[in-house]
């Protein structure tokens, strides 16, 4: 009895462990914390992100955690800052190893399951190429350009996709989901491409006319405005306090206030944000000149076509306007302008 018992061990043990996914592997360069497995979850049409496993990273950046799928399931693994999508299978056995320093570009997958998971942050890496260039693309003069090339990158990217999903069909919900996020963005970016050429259309119209005034207060509380600023070539700067793009310009633009401030009037206009988040930020701002305009006074914006952030425009000393649409000071092209 006790000899059949241990014959028959192995094939009754054998189901459980072939529905266990195991995930393992070692992030180089990691801060010291915890790696989570998460699902996202549907409960009465609300999506929920719900965790499966999770393990403190030893010394050496190792870890190792399990899950027990039914069937096919798409998985989020996340150290805290980076994050990788996953499709597992019962049965997969995964080595993952990469350097927090360049997360995307050193990653390797090993494994059973390996190939699936591959071709899956490839698919992953193409599509945030891609958006990636959607966003570039709103600062580039050339929009019919791009809008074209953006259309042969789709082209090519379906191809890669209807390819991977030939060799692996269990991607297909995770990768439905991606498609539907590139039509999303590309209904956005066919939008804004019109409505570029119709502001590039009217920013055109300004240039050589006189400037538009504008009236709001400095970080004192003040009353100011654009006129009180003529003598000097100006530039003037429209941000706001939540827009990433304009803010990652501010030390590019304090450096050329520091090269050409007596030469040059340099201005700030915040708009489309709080008194009290606008002063918080322009407070510590190297650009002496500040204006803050309101959101009852915004529709003074509307002269100068301001529908998209940041935006530059350079003033003769006169305040006609030389340049509607100004290069941006990350560029290297408004120092040439300047100089």
């Not at 998460?38 to 999506?47: A, I, K």
């Not at 700030?268 to 407070?283: T, Y």
């Amino acid at each position: 009895m006790n000899k059949l018992i241990i014959i028959l061990l192995p094939f009754l043990t054998w189901p459980v462990l072939s529905q266990q996914v195991l995930i393992k592997g070692t992030i180089h360069h990691a801060f010291d914390g915890t790696i989570y497995l998460h699902s996202m979850e549907t409960n009465e049409g609300v999506q929920k992100m719900k965790k499966i496993d999770s393990c403190l990273l030893s010394p050496d950046g190792n870890f190792d955690l399990k899950l027990e799928p039914k069937g096919v399931k798409s998985v989020f693994l996340f150290d805290g800052s980076d994050g990788l999508n996953l499709v597992v299978m019962p049965g997969d056995q995964l080595t993952i190893e990469t350097d927090k320093r360049f997360f995307d570009e050193t990653l390797v997958i090993k494994g059973l399951g390996a190939d699936r998971n591959t071709a899956l942050h490839q698919l992953e890496l193409i599509k945030e190429a891609i958006h990636n260039k959607i966003i570039q693309s709103q600062y580039n003069p050339d929009t019919l350009h791009i809008f074209s090339e953006y259309e042969q990158e789709l082209t090519s990217y379906e191809e890669i996709r209807d390819s991977y999903l030939k060799r692996f069909p269990e991607l297909k919900s995770c990768v439905n989901e991606a498609n539907v996020q590139l039509e999303a963005e590309k209904a956005m970016h066919q939008d804004f491409i019109r409505l570029k050429h119709l502001m590039n259309t009217r920013i055109v119209g300004l240039t050589n006319q006189q400037a538009p005034e504008l009236s709001g207060m400095n970080i004192k509380g003040d009353p100011v405005k654009l006129s009180d600023f003529k003598g000097k070539i100006t530039v003037i700067d429209f941000w706001a306090t939540w827009c990433g793009p304009c803010r990652a310009e501010f030390p590019q633009l304090e450096e050329f206030q520091m090269l050409y401030g007596k030469e040059v009037n340099f201005i700030s206009v915040g708009a489309f944000c709080s008194p009290e988040e606008w002063l918080a930020v322009a407070k510590d701002s190297k650009i002496p000149n500040q204006i803050y305009i309101d959101k009852p006074h915004e529709k003074q914006l509307e002269a100068y076509g301001i529908t998209y952030i940041p935006r530059y425009i350079i003033l003769d000393p006169n305040h006609r306007i030389i340049s509607a649409n100004a290069p941006l000071p990350s560029s290297n092209v408004l120092q040439k302008v300047l100089d």
